[in-house]
Protein backbone atom coordinates (compact mmCIF):
# COMPACT_ATOMS: atom_id res chain seq x y z
CA UNK A 1 0.00 0.00 0.00
CA UNK A 2 1.41 3.35 -0.76
CA UNK A 3 0.80 5.80 1.65
CA UNK A 4 -1.70 8.80 0.98
CA UNK A 5 0.49 10.96 3.23
CA UNK A 6 4.21 11.33 3.01
CA UNK A 7 6.97 11.29 5.86
CA UNK A 8 9.36 14.06 6.52
CA UNK A 9 12.38 14.19 4.33
CA UNK A 10 14.29 15.59 8.23
CA UNK A 11 12.70 15.84 11.84
CA UNK A 12 14.33 17.67 14.43
CA UNK A 13 13.38 15.90 17.67
CA UNK A 14 13.19 15.95 21.07
CA UNK A 15 12.84 20.39 21.30
CA UNK A 16 12.19 21.74 24.46
CA UNK A 17 13.24 25.52 23.98
CA UNK A 18 11.53 28.58 21.37
CA UNK A 19 14.95 29.06 19.80
CA UNK A 20 15.85 25.68 19.14
CA UNK A 21 12.39 25.30 16.75
CA UNK A 22 13.25 28.65 15.20
CA UNK A 23 16.82 27.41 14.29
CA UNK A 24 15.23 23.64 13.45
CA UNK A 25 12.95 25.80 10.47
CA UNK A 26 15.89 27.76 9.45
CA UNK A 27 17.93 25.06 9.25
CA UNK A 28 15.11 23.02 6.23
CA UNK A 29 13.65 20.55 8.91
CA UNK A 30 10.20 19.65 7.58
CA UNK A 31 9.30 18.58 10.67
CA UNK A 32 9.65 18.78 14.51
CA UNK A 33 9.12 16.46 16.81
CA UNK A 34 7.91 17.11 20.70
CA UNK A 35 8.52 14.09 23.10
CA UNK A 36 5.46 13.52 25.70
CA UNK A 37 7.39 10.36 26.93
CA UNK A 38 7.41 11.91 30.94
CA UNK A 39 10.52 10.04 31.57
CA UNK A 40 12.66 11.01 29.02
CA UNK A 41 14.94 14.25 29.57
CA UNK A 42 13.21 15.29 26.14
CA UNK A 43 10.11 15.67 27.99
CA UNK A 44 7.70 18.64 27.47
CA UNK A 45 4.33 19.44 29.06
CA UNK A 46 1.68 20.13 27.30
CA UNK A 47 1.14 23.84 28.09
CA UNK A 48 5.14 24.53 26.88
CA UNK A 49 4.11 22.06 23.66
CA UNK A 50 1.29 24.33 22.93
CA UNK A 51 3.89 27.81 22.94
CA UNK A 52 6.15 25.59 20.62
CA UNK A 53 3.81 25.08 17.77
CA UNK A 54 2.75 28.75 17.85
CA UNK A 55 6.90 29.04 16.77
CA UNK A 56 6.02 26.54 14.72
CA UNK A 57 2.90 28.95 13.25
CA UNK A 58 2.57 26.52 10.32
CA UNK A 59 5.98 26.17 8.73
CA UNK A 60 6.73 22.91 9.69
CA UNK A 61 4.94 19.82 10.88
CA UNK A 62 4.71 19.04 14.65
CA UNK A 63 5.10 15.38 15.38
CA UNK A 64 4.53 14.41 19.18
CA UNK A 65 6.37 11.26 20.25
CA UNK A 66 4.18 9.06 22.71
CA UNK A 67 5.44 5.42 24.06
CA UNK A 68 2.48 3.27 25.00
CA UNK A 69 0.12 6.13 25.28
CA UNK A 70 -3.78 4.92 25.04
CA UNK A 71 -5.66 7.15 22.63
CA UNK A 72 -7.68 8.41 24.91
CA UNK A 73 -4.48 10.11 26.45
CA UNK A 74 -3.47 11.19 22.85
CA UNK A 75 -6.72 12.30 21.85
CA UNK A 76 -6.44 14.69 24.93
CA UNK A 77 -3.53 16.41 24.14
CA UNK A 78 -3.86 16.66 20.82
CA UNK A 79 -6.94 18.07 21.33
CA UNK A 80 -5.10 20.99 23.20
CA UNK A 81 -1.90 20.84 21.25
CA UNK A 82 -2.19 21.10 17.19
CA UNK A 83 -0.18 18.29 16.23
CA UNK A 84 0.28 16.88 12.78
CA UNK A 85 1.32 13.52 13.61
CA UNK A 86 1.72 10.92 15.93
CA UNK A 87 4.59 9.04 16.45
CA UNK A 88 3.94 5.54 18.43
CA UNK A 89 7.48 4.54 20.05
CA UNK A 90 6.32 1.51 22.25
CA UNK A 91 5.15 -1.25 21.96
CA UNK A 92 1.87 -0.07 20.40
CA UNK A 93 -0.07 -2.56 17.85
CA UNK A 94 -2.55 -2.06 14.81
CA UNK A 95 -5.08 -2.63 17.08
CA UNK A 96 -4.13 1.17 18.85
CA UNK A 97 -5.15 2.87 15.33
CA UNK A 98 -8.64 0.65 15.50
CA UNK A 99 -9.04 2.20 18.51
CA UNK A 100 -7.97 5.75 18.25
CA UNK A 101 -11.07 6.27 15.47
CA UNK A 102 -13.54 6.70 18.34
CA UNK A 103 -11.43 10.45 19.22
CA UNK A 104 -12.45 13.41 16.30
CA UNK A 105 -9.01 15.05 17.28
CA UNK A 106 -7.32 12.17 15.73
CA UNK A 107 -9.67 11.69 12.46
CA UNK A 108 -6.63 13.52 10.67
CA UNK A 109 -3.73 13.05 12.05
CA UNK A 110 -0.70 11.15 10.56
CA UNK A 111 0.36 7.90 12.63
CA UNK A 112 4.06 7.11 12.47
CA UNK A 113 5.15 3.98 13.97
CA UNK A 114 8.54 3.56 15.54
CA UNK A 115 10.55 0.12 15.34
CA UNK A 116 13.53 -1.20 15.94
CA UNK A 117 15.58 -3.38 12.54
CA UNK A 118 18.07 -5.98 14.19
CA UNK A 119 17.18 -8.71 11.28
CA UNK A 120 15.75 -10.99 14.01
CA UNK A 121 12.63 -12.64 13.07
CA UNK A 122 10.34 -10.39 15.90
CA UNK A 123 11.56 -6.88 14.20
CA UNK A 124 10.04 -8.74 10.91
CA UNK A 125 7.16 -9.87 12.73
CA UNK A 126 6.66 -6.39 14.17
CA UNK A 127 7.12 -4.56 10.89
CA UNK A 128 4.73 -6.50 8.59
CA UNK A 129 1.87 -6.37 11.15
CA UNK A 130 1.95 -2.59 10.62
CA UNK A 131 2.87 -3.19 7.43
CA UNK A 132 -0.67 -4.46 6.55
CA UNK A 133 -2.80 -1.97 8.22
CA UNK A 134 -5.20 -0.49 5.94
CA UNK A 135 -5.93 2.94 7.79
CA UNK A 136 -5.53 5.95 5.42
CA UNK A 137 -3.76 7.50 8.96
CA UNK A 138 -0.55 5.82 8.82
CA UNK A 139 2.38 7.07 6.59
CA UNK A 140 5.22 4.96 7.21
CA UNK A 141 7.78 3.92 10.25
CA UNK A 142 10.74 5.12 11.67
CA UNK A 143 13.75 2.59 12.17
CA UNK A 144 15.24 3.59 16.14
CA UNK A 145 18.18 1.96 17.32
CA UNK A 146 17.45 -0.87 19.71
CA UNK A 147 17.64 -0.38 23.15
CA UNK A 148 16.06 -2.55 26.18
CA UNK A 149 15.24 0.37 28.11
CA UNK A 150 15.44 3.61 27.07
CA UNK A 151 13.08 4.50 24.11
CA UNK A 152 14.55 6.66 21.92
CA UNK A 153 17.44 9.49 21.85
CA UNK A 154 20.41 7.01 23.02
CA UNK A 155 22.99 8.11 20.51
CA UNK A 156 23.59 4.29 19.24
CA UNK A 157 23.37 3.92 16.04
CA UNK A 158 20.80 1.32 13.76
CA UNK A 159 22.08 -1.37 12.05
CA UNK A 160 21.87 0.56 8.68
CA UNK A 161 23.44 -2.11 6.85
CA UNK A 162 19.99 -4.14 7.46
CA UNK A 163 18.04 -2.06 5.87
CA UNK A 164 19.01 -1.76 2.36
CA UNK A 165 17.70 -3.59 0.32
CA UNK A 166 14.66 -3.30 2.05
CA UNK A 167 13.49 -5.99 3.90
CA UNK A 168 10.60 -7.59 2.90
CA UNK A 169 8.53 -6.98 6.05
CA UNK A 170 8.32 -3.09 5.01
CA UNK A 171 6.27 -3.92 1.87
CA UNK A 172 5.73 -0.38 0.25
CA UNK A 173 6.09 1.82 3.71
CA UNK A 174 9.14 4.47 3.30
CA UNK A 175 10.79 4.81 6.72
CA UNK A 176 12.70 7.12 8.44
CA UNK A 177 16.15 6.84 9.83
CA UNK A 178 16.80 7.02 13.56
CA UNK A 179 19.71 6.31 15.86
CA UNK A 180 23.00 8.10 16.37
CA UNK A 181 22.94 10.19 12.83
CA UNK A 182 25.48 13.09 13.27
CA UNK A 183 26.44 15.58 11.05
CA UNK A 184 29.96 13.25 10.39
CA UNK A 185 28.22 9.90 9.27
CA UNK A 186 24.66 11.45 7.52
CA UNK A 187 25.81 11.26 4.23
CA UNK A 188 27.48 7.54 5.12
CA UNK A 189 23.72 6.57 6.82
CA UNK A 190 21.54 7.50 3.75
CA UNK A 191 23.73 5.93 1.56
CA UNK A 192 23.74 3.04 3.61
CA UNK A 193 20.61 2.42 4.44
CA UNK A 194 18.15 4.68 1.36
CA UNK A 195 15.87 5.82 3.83
CA UNK A 196 12.74 8.17 2.98
CA UNK A 197 14.31 11.04 5.41
CA UNK A 198 16.01 11.03 8.97
CA UNK A 199 15.26 11.75 12.23
CA UNK A 200 17.80 13.62 14.25
CA UNK A 201 17.39 14.23 18.24
CA UNK A 202 21.21 13.54 20.32
CA UNK A 203 22.93 14.41 16.91
CA UNK A 204 22.18 17.89 17.09
CA UNK A 205 22.33 18.22 20.70
CA UNK A 206 24.66 20.25 23.52
CA UNK A 207 22.69 18.53 26.02
CA UNK A 208 19.53 16.32 26.15
CA UNK A 209 16.57 18.79 25.07
CA UNK A 210 19.00 21.73 24.14
CA UNK A 211 19.94 22.13 20.50
CA UNK A 212 22.80 23.18 18.47
CA UNK A 213 21.61 25.69 15.70
CA UNK A 214 24.95 25.16 13.79
CA UNK A 215 24.73 21.07 13.70
CA UNK A 216 21.06 21.25 12.63
CA UNK A 217 22.37 23.28 9.24
CA UNK A 218 25.28 21.01 8.84
CA UNK A 219 22.89 17.78 8.91
CA UNK A 220 20.11 19.27 6.97
CA UNK A 221 22.58 20.57 4.79
CA UNK A 222 24.58 17.16 4.16
CA UNK A 223 21.08 15.21 4.05
CA UNK A 224 18.62 17.38 1.98
CA UNK A 225 20.87 16.79 -1.33
CA UNK A 226 20.75 13.20 -0.66
CA UNK A 227 17.55 12.38 0.18
CA UNK A 228 16.06 14.82 -2.94
Known amino acids: MVPAIRLPKIKYCGLTRKVDVEAAIESGAHAIGLNFYEPSPRFVATELAVALTEVVAGRALVIGVFVNASPHKVAEIVSACPLDGVQLHGDEQPSWLEESRQYSSLELIRIIKSVPWRGLSEDGDEVARWAGVRDPRFCGFLVDAYDPVQRGGTGKTARWDLLSPKPKPFGDW ?32 LAPGVKDASKMRAIAGKALPLLG
Request: glycine share 16%; proline share 6%.
Open 174 to 205: PFLLAGGITEGNVEIAIETARPYGVDVASGIE
